[in-house]
């Protein structure tokens, strides 16, 4: 052979030529050093051949061979082709994204070694400690086996106690003899016995040996993570990787340890956005050496090189951080679904409220639907009542029906929880005498008032700025908050019920490390208490004590522009409430609403989010919104706006392309973003196959514009939020 085709991380759809000398010995999916736009950069084989159709005085030799085994097997190279030709993005692009930051930087695999942290005969022994965390660290690694520190970390312990322990001699590091994962005897937990309708879904899983995709639609508590760990445990069995693929916010010590104490001794890897290069790229050898046993880790998890994959599980799969919002714009679970296909095994989907798209292809039989409709440790269902707040007095955000509620349900030494989407004190503070609003100067939007840090801070584009005492275009010193936000609730409920403890848990309240470790540890003490959160309090984890959620603002979702706003305000109301009530009794879910007569919001009360999602389809065909069509994003933003729009309505073809609707330029629900205006042209086909073709055309079209480089421009396919 004597050219080697290479893909470079550059944002054009196309590869490069080189010349090989005669002793060079590339490989296909192997890394090389090549010189291009005379700089010396990384670029990854794609193909070996004996022409090119670059002259012979123009074709640049290779500079030098970096791998002689590939970083990117022929399985795997085929796959990141497929999503950089589905996501119509760059394959140099995709396949830079898709390798580990040291791997990028030139690095050799084999190079890393990451200590695991271990007990010492004296740990062993030690069941009294004054420090509790260090304790409970000791007793972490005697239930799930060894860690490295930053697995550790992810659990919820710090550096410190690490330090401390290592100190006493308590722990000790020690490096892994990495063994493939095989030799290691599977080992089990105790299992309880499953329920009819998990029994079900097990067996169906488990009898499948080819490809096939599961729906677990089970009702929160139902016991989806039980059928996970019992099919995996067919998996692991017969010597095959697995790959948990969780939320952003769902790696939680709960989750991950449920799967340690379950597959005792087995290796388990996490991957998630926090770790560094080395330990990134020691998890991604691991994984192709077949030295990890199971990945749980967040959506990039998905393009890990698994050597002997079997099963992947993608846990709430509605959740909207699988999707990737930029760069190569991808959606781990439909990744997931071409790999499991492509090695020829079952995916799992889980969750209590499936998104449209995937509820869809289940009733068509594409997806198998595995129902769970009962709750694994209580029978009772939630009770749902919906709070009329016109012509209520509004109290501090709250109905009287409301506080009363609260100071019942705390009066009987329960806990409640109190959701708001919203962080911070105020959305915005407004002039009384002239009606100034806090807008934020770059983008269109207030900025939220943060009362606590005294500072006005958007939530967009993250610029602060002082609040001012008297109003910028008045004078006046009638400058007042309107809204809420999760500070202010903190602030009200406070006064309101003195005598209980209130815990606030926003990214805010969460912001310094292990602070919400500690209070998770001290609302699981239990007791009265008063849980006041955004969609972080929504997911992962389990309050047993609470009885009551009350959920403010449910009429934000209800008159949206964009078409996925009520599916994703009744995945919320669901997911939410499904944190209550979870020992023994029912709870009971106060929604807050201006519209209680409103069909979805009474659909989703009534009749649970099941029905409602099957109505919600029956919209979205009458509309023929995905998922009965397909839909795909053009964005451009730039500082000067009519750059932006000339760029778009350029991209508009004069006459219609057969099977593709176009709608656009229109401005961004968010026009102004950090300064930039930001413009976007729908493409909408019923035709999948006719949306591909025409987005590669337009691609192509794209990269030889002239207005291409003065604005920022991405495609977007299958958009999660149209803005
Ligand atoms: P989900 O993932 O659907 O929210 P979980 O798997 O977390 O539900 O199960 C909820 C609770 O019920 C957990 O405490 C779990 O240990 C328990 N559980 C699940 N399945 C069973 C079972 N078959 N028998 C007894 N308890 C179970
Ligand atoms: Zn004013
Ligand atoms: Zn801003």
């Not at 192997?30 to 090119?52: E, Q, T, Y």
């Not at 500079?63 to 399985?75: H, K, M």
């Not at 991957?271 to 330990?279: A, I, R, V, Y």
Request: proline content about 5%.
């Amino acid at each position: 052979m004597r050219f080697a085709e290479v893909a470079l991380k550059v944002p054009l759809h196309r590869t490069f030529d080189y010349r090989l000398e005669p002793e060079q010995q590339p490989c296909v999916g192997g890394r090389v050093r090549v010189k291009f736009a005379n700089r010396a950069c990384i670029a990854i084989v794609v193909a070996l051949k004996s022409h090119s159709d670059v002259p012979e005085d123009k074709i640049k030799a290779l500079e030098s061979v970096l791998d002689t085994t590939p970083v990117l097997s022929p399985d795997h190279l085929a796959f990141l082709r497929f999503s950089a030709q589905y996501y119509c993005h760059p394959l140099g692009e995709t396949l830079f994204t898709a390798l580990p930051g040291a791997l990028r930087e030139g690095e050799q695999v084999d190079k890393t070694q990451v200590p695991v942290l271990t007990l010492t005969e004296a740990g062993r022994e030690t069941t009294q400690l004054r420090a509790k965390k260090q304790l409970a660290l000791l007793e972490q690694l005697r239930s799930a086996g060894d860690a490295t520190a930053s697995e550790l970390k992810t659990l919820g312990f710090s550096q410190a106690q690490i330090k401390a322990l290592l100190e006493k001699a308590l722990i000790r590091e020690e490096l892994r003899t990495d063994t493939h994962w095989q030799s290691a005897p599977l080992q089990l937990g105790n299992k309880p016995r499953l329920h009819p309708e998990q029994a079900t879904a097990c067996s169906a899983i488990n009898s499948q040996t080819g490809f096939r995709t599961f729906l677990l639609e089970g009702v929160t508590g139902s016991g989806k993570t039980e059928v996970y760990l019992q099919s995996l445990e067919a998996i692991l069995a017969a010597g095959k990787q697995a790959l948990v693929l969780v939320p952003e916010i769902g790696l939680t010590p709960q989750t991950v340890n449920r799967f340690k104490r379950r597959f005792e001794g087995l290796p388990i890897d996490l991957w998630h956005s926090n770790l560094t290069d080395n330990e990134r790229l020691h998890t991604w050898r691991r994984a192709e050496q077949g030295e990890s046993a199971l990945v749980i880790g967040t959506r990039s998890a998905i393009f890990l090189p698994f050597q002997t994959l079997g099963m992947i599980v993608v846990d709430e799969e509605h959740d909207g951080s699988f999707k990737q919002q930029d760069g190569l714009r991808y959606h781990a679970r439909d990744l997931a679904a071409y790999r499991a296909a492509q090695g020829q095994f079952p995916l799992i989907l889980g969750t209590a409220t499936p998104a449209l798209e995937t509820l869809h292809k289940a009733l068509q039989n594409r997806y198998q639907l595995l129902p769970l409709t009962k709750r694994a440790q209580t029978q009772q269902d939630n009770r749902f009542v919906l709070v009329d707040m016109k012509g209520q007095p509004d109290q501090g955000g709250f109905a009287k029906a409301s506080l009363d509620a609260i100071a019942a349900t705390l009066a009987r030494g329960q806990q409640v929880m109190v959701f708001l989407n919203r962080r911070g004190f105020a959305p915005t503070l407004i002039c009384h005498e002239c009606g100034w609003l806090s807008n934020c100067d770059r983008c269109s939007t207030s900025a939220t008032y943060h009362k606590s840090l005294r500072r006005l801070i958007c939530h967009h584009c993250s610029e602060q700025a002082f609040v001012p005492v008297q109003c910028p275009d008045c004078g006046s010193t009638q400058i007042m908050p309107t809204g809420y936000g999760t500070e202010q609730l903190e602030e009200f409920l406070s006064e309101q019920f003195a005598d209980f403890p209130v815990h606030r848990i926003d990214r805010d309240s969460t912001r310094r490390k292990g602070s919400l470790e500690s209070a998770l540890d001290e609302i699981n003490q239990g007791g009265a208490r008063l849980l006041i959160g955004t969609q972080m309090l929504a997911k992962g984890h389990h309050f047993a004590d609470v009885n009551l959620v009350v959920i403010l603002d449910v009429d934000s979702g209800l008159y949206s522009c964009d078409f996925r706003a009520t599916e994703h305000m009744a995945q919320l109301i669901t997911q939410v409430a499904g944190r209550a009530g979870r020992s023994g009794e029912a709870g009971t879910v106060l929604l807050q609403t201006h519209f209680p007569e409103h069909p979805l919001l009474q659909d989703l009360v009534n009749n649970g989010y099941q029905d409602f999602a099957r109505y919600a389809l029956r919209e979205r065909e009458e509309t023929q919104m995905p998922p009965y069509s397909h839909l795909a994003l053009i964005r451009a933003e730039a500082t000067n706006s009519q750059l932006v729009m000339a760029f778009l309505s350029d991209l508009v073809p004069a006459t219609p392309y057969p099977g593709i609707q176009l709608l656009g330029p229109i401005p961004a629900p968010m026009e102004r973003l950090a300064g930039k205006y930001r413009y976007q042209l729908h493409i909408q086909a019923a035709q999948r196959k006719v949306l591909h073709q025409y987005l590669a055309q337009l691609a192509d079209y794209i990269g030889q514009h002239k207005l291409a480089n003065r604005v920022r421009w991405s495609i977007d396919v299958d958009p999660m939020d149209t803005y």
